[in-house]
């Protein structure tokens, strides 16, 4: 038996599934399993979503068999829902190179791993280097001072992506839409 914790809360889960519902993604990543509720949200939003083609959510969680004893990914088994699901058991700065390197692509990604100023700005680094233009980057838990921080370096300093303001999360979700790649100068800087 698991005590819940760690979990998207149903405001949260609910603005997932419908980021992937209204925009009709088949190509989804996530940063930070644990009980697997996020992956939940997104995989049924696939489902529900229509289109043939292949659709695949793949999350990054190193603590999933030991921390959560494998609880996220029983989920997401138990709900039937594991056909376009996919766990990597890696750090996040071990696997999103990694993605890279492979070619991988996605169309949205949502950040929920380690919330340090340092880990989540390498999060979001290799996600907008993963994920197509006009895609979604999600990120949780802004409450956290470090992640705050992070939150006002990303709106000060990247441009190329806009900042969702209105979404029935953002009280404790930040949602951006990537506009275009990088196109920053080599040495761009805004104080924050």
Known sequence: ????????????????????RANGLSRTLEVGCAMGTSALYICQAMRDTPGDGAKRHVAVDPNQDTQYKSIGRANVARANL??????????????????????????LIFIDGWHTFD???????????????NGLILLDDIKHKSVQKCLKYIRTNWPH????????????MATFRKLRHDDRDWNAHVNF
Not at 82 to 107: I, K, M, N, V, W
Request: proline share 4%.
């Open 1 to 20: 038996e698991h005590k819940f914790r760690d979990g998207v809360n149903p405001v949260e889960g609910m603005h997932l599934y419908n980021c992937v």
């Open 119 to 133: 880990y989540t700005l390498v999060d979001f680094f290799y996600a907008d280097l993963l994920l197509d233009v």
């Open 161 to 172: 992506y806009a900042y969702v303001a209105e979404t029935p999360a953002a009280e404790t």
């Open 82 to 107: 594991d056909d376009c699901f996919e766990l990597l058991h890696e750090t996040s700065y071990a696997a999103l190179p990694h993605l890279l390197r492979q070619g991988h692509r996605f169309q």
